[in-house]
């Protein structure tokens, strides 16, 4: 492609011309093209291992394209480097926040461009000002002095997107932003965007959950395998359709069948228990499950989540209460006597506890098990047993991949879901606890996980669901739980949750406060 | 794909990028260590020519290198079954001490047991002294979450200093000024391979423990484990192995290695235990391990390089007029690029953490 035939359209802020990645025989994007207009809100949207990640990484100057290009105000552009990128007004809140533990939130948003007084130190009242300035611009208050580590989720993100805008982008790349996000605030975060959007920035959205991209984007393009699909104005399109060009097919919804439960698998009373910095954060939680039951906790994130997963599992210390596993007291033991005795913990952070992105996908397959009498004789690892042990449980788990000795890395995020889950289903568990099964997958990877979880579930299976997403809670759940501050704050069973219902106790009022 | 070509192309293989990695510092160190070489106005490929003829030129240039090379070997090996589990052990130095002691002490002493008794009793003793050795930080690391880089790291002072005493007192040879053990009898000797030179039956041993870690490493599920405790400590623990556990085992596995390259030079070459036994044994271990990557060939490899340097410094400067500074420079550098790859290392446990 010449330069000539290229007529710079401006209003273009930033887009793709025919931008091919490869890897390998992989190829990650096929031609994609996209265009996102100033002062618009563009989604791109996608499953799993559509290529979101690799255009994505390509538009901040992370990577370069094989062929094609990027345009920046209409013209074609080569980045190099994402401070390159970022000089063009271009910025990235990526999906794990990259804020400075142990210094406030104005600090954080100052870092690496302080505005200095006249000894070369942080001149705080011009920083300040700098932030009220942001603050007006995007329609938010902000506690400035609050350190990092105290502000919840929600406003470190706002911290983020504020950094940017501080640090002079115009551009901004969310990826998947509201994956970390309660109800209410994927509603506080969607005026931000408008707001920012008003003041002519341009955002570029990534995102897989459709409701939010159909409240928030003015246009949308879909890709699936690396290839455009469609692109489209939101207002000319509908969920359904783009649940369809994401997918290729409508995927039935999974179905519970009515099941019978049995006894009681796990029996939580009085539990109590503090984070690591000594706060009281679950506070004397009664809790059963039994067997052929899935229940699920709803909640905003912090609210003793993390205690309770910590609690029954037997990763962390309990202050109070016991902890009863297939009517014997665990709450003495730790994870291991715990998982001898029957229990499966699927983690909610896959990249750091639930896999070891490093090793081979066989061995994240087999670890913890690695010692059964199948598998291991007198401490020698039976290679051949294992080997057919691995394939049958990657076959079974329909895990796409090029060989079970490669590291489990180079699987998209929800075949990398399905090892971990294909590992804590095998050898019969008792009792799963399943923490954000489903974060970061694609809506056939959800299916498939959900029919899973489901499928134990009549099969006798007790699971613990812990999720932030409550659709997901109210298809598996027979019954939901609500915590907050520590508390139950009610309790719904299957078939009389509903979303804004939940949402509503979640922040605190009761069932009662939201019947009435 | 099939299965089966695709396992056929996955085996664990060295590929380029190891090698490049390996080599690499080797690289550096050279072109830096030929620059301080030609400001002091020597030429640089003359230099290494001649370092390469010390070190490989004829059998018994050989021999001395591989001799010098046996005690690498082994402290590397420590350092690297510490570091594979995640702990940074750069305590082996005084592990090699406390071993020389124990297996030149019994090697004095029962003078009464035939070889055949007295060799293993020596060396076992070596083991052992330095497996406990390593127990109060392997305790403290696993238990108490002590820093074992601090623990370790003081713990060779003390070993310098409670084995210095030692040899200057109780165990000080009768009628003797300097600071040394009497003599081991020749029953505690290890069998010396190719005389004159010093290298010795340690050598064979250190061959045997790397064959043995090599396969320990691929086949059984201990190896596994260290090595998953290694690359995700929390990913260890949630599925259900005992890292803890797993740290006191490497450590003091690591211990009693580090303790049985003590033994060895202590009765394969020295025949006693003196003030200044390790040159820093222990502490080259550790570029040794880095260098080598952790795996078997890559120790053996830069164990032999380290060896090289070793016995062509000592004698280069008899028959030229570099001094044997310049040798000690280039060690120093292969060194330094050697651990360049450290902050990688380190990285890694934190991010564990």
């Not at chain 1, 699927?346 to 992105?357: F, V």
């Not at chain 1, 994240?364 to 598998?375: M, T, V």
């Not at chain 1, 590992?423 to 498939?448: H, S, W, Y």
């Not at chain 2, 396992?7 to 664990?12: E, I, L, N, Q």
């Amino acid at each position: 492609m010449s330069m000539a035939e290229f007529t710079p359209d401006t209003t273009i802020r930033l887009g793709a011309h025919s931008v091919t990645r490869r890897f390998g025989e992989l190829v990650a994007n096929d031609g994609i093209t996209f265009r996102a207009h100033r002062g618009t809100i563009h989604a791109i949207v996608g499953g799993n291992g559509a290529g979101k990640s690799t255009l994505m990484r390509i538009l901040q100057g992370m990577d370069r394209p094989d062929e094609g290009v990027v345009l920046v105000d209409g013209m074609p552009t080569v980045f190099f480097g994402p401070a390159d990128a970022f000089e063009k007004g271009i910025g990235m809140v990526h999906q794990e926040f990259m804020l400075v533990p142990g210094l406030t939130l104005l600090e954080n948003l100052v870092l690496a461009q302080e505005p200095l007084d006249g000894l070369r130190r942080i001149d705080r009242k011009k920083a300040l000002d700098a932030a009220r300035k942001l603050e007006r611009e995007a329609g938010v208050t902000l506690d400035w002095d609050m350190p990092v580590d105290d502000a919840p989720v929600h406003v470190r993100q706002i911290v983020e997107i504020l950094r940017l805008l501080y640090r002079g982008a115009d551009v901004l790349i969310l990826d998947e932003p509201t994956a970390v996000l309660a109800p209410a605030q994927v509603q506080e975060l969607i005026v931000l965007l408008r707001k920012l959007r008003s003041e002519g920035r341009t955002i570029l959205f990534i995102s897989h959950k459709l409701d939010e991209v159909m409240a928030l984007a003015d246009e949308i393009t879909v890709i699936r395998s690396g290839k455009v699909i469609g692109a489209m104005k939101t207002a000319e399109t509908s969920k359904a359709a783009l649940a369809e060009m994401m997918i290729g097919e409508i995927l039935s919804r999974p179905n519970a069948r009515p099941s019978p439960v049995g006894r009681t698998v796990l029996e939580l009373r009085g539990l109590a228990a503090m984070d690591a910095r000594r706060v009281l954060r679950l506070k004397e939680l009664d809790l059963d499950i039994r067997a052929g039951e899935i229940v699920g906790i709803a909640g905003v994130a912090g609210n003793g989540q993390d205690e309770l997963i910590a609690a029954v599992t037997g990763l962390g210390r309990i202050e109070r209460g016991s902890v009863r596993l297939d009517g014997e007291d665990v709450t003495k033991l730790g994870l291991r006597a715990r998982r001898e005795r029957g229990l499966s913990y699927l983690s909610p952070d896959r990249a750091a506890e639930g896999l070891c992105l490093s090793a081979p996908i066989s061995e994240n397959l087999i670890a913890g098990r690695h010692r059964s009498a199948a598998l291991c004789k007198a401490g020698v690892l039976q290679k051949g047993a294992i080997k057919r042990h691995v394939e049958t449980l990657l076959d079974r788990f329909s895990v796409k991949r090029a060989s079970a000795a490669l590291p489990i890395s180079s699987l998209s995020g929800g075949n990398q879901q399905r090892v971990a889950m294909a590992r804590e289903l095998d050898g019969n568990p008792k009792l799963l606890v399943a923490c954000q099964p489903t974060r970061g997958v694609d809506i056939r990877g959800i299916a498939f996980i959900h029919q899973c979880l489901l499928d134990y579930r009549e099969a006798g299976g007790a699971v613990l669901v812990i999720s932030e997403e409550l659709d997901e809670l109210i298809a598996l759940s027979d019954r939901i739980v609500v915590l907050y501050d520590g508390r139950v704050t009610g309790e719904v069973a299957r078939g009389s949750a509903k979303v804004e219902e939940l949402g509503r106790m979640m922040l605190g009022e009761t069932r009662k406060e939201v019947a009435a | 794909m099939s299965a089966v070509a695709s396992s056929a192309r996955a085996t664990p293989a060295i590929g380029w990028r190891d090698v490049a990695l390996a080599v690499a510092p080797l690289v550096l160190a050279l072109v830096v260590a030929g620059i301080v070489l030609a400001v002091a106005g020597h030429n640089p490929l003359e230099v290494y020519w001649l370092l390469l003829k010390e070190s490989f030129g004829g059998v018994k240039r050989i021999a001395a290198t591989v001799a010098a090379s046996t005690p690498l070997i082994l402290t590397g090996l420590a350092t690297a079954v510490a570091f594979r589990s995640g702990v940074f052990n750069v305590g082996v130095e005084g592990c090699v001490l406390v071993g020389g002691l124990a297996a030149a002490y019994v090697g004095f002493t029962f003078v009464g047991l035939p070889a055949t008794l007295l060799l293993p009793f020596a060396l076992g003793a070596a083991v052992i002294a330095g497996t406990l050795w390593m127990l109060v930080p392997a305790l403290l690391k696993a238990r108490l979450d002590v820093d074992e880089v601090v623990t370790t790291l003081m713990l060779n002072f003390i070993a310098v200093s409670l084995t210095a005493w030692l040899v200057n007192g109780p165990l000080l040879a009768p009628g003797s000024a300097n600071s040394a053990t009497p003599m081991v009898v020749e029953a505690a000797r290890l069998p010396r391979l190719m005389p004159p030179s010093t290298l010795n039956a340690g050598f064979l041993i250190a061959i045997a423990l790397l064959v043995l870690y090599w396969l320990w490493g691929r086949g059984t599920a201990l190896g596994l484990e260290t090595r998953l405790a290694g690359l995700n400590p929390r990913f260890a623990i949630a599925s259900g192995i005992n890292v803890p556990m797993l740290i006191i085992k490497m450590m003091l596995l690591s211990g009693a290695i580090g303790g049985l390259a003590g033994g060895i030079q202590a009765l394969g070459t020295v025949n006693r235990f003196v003030v200044g036994f390790s040159p820093g044994y222990g502490f080259t271990g550790i570029a040794v391990a880095l260098l080598g990557r952790g795996s078997a060939i890559g120790i053996l490899l830069a164990a032999l390089l380290f060896g090289a340097l070793a016995t062509s410094g000592a004698t280069i400067q008899l028959f030229s007029d570099v001094p044997i500074e310049i040798v000690n420079i280039l060690q120093g550098t292969v060194m330094i690029f050697a651990v360049a790859r450290f902050g990688w290392l380190l990285k890694n446990r934190q991010g564990g953490k």
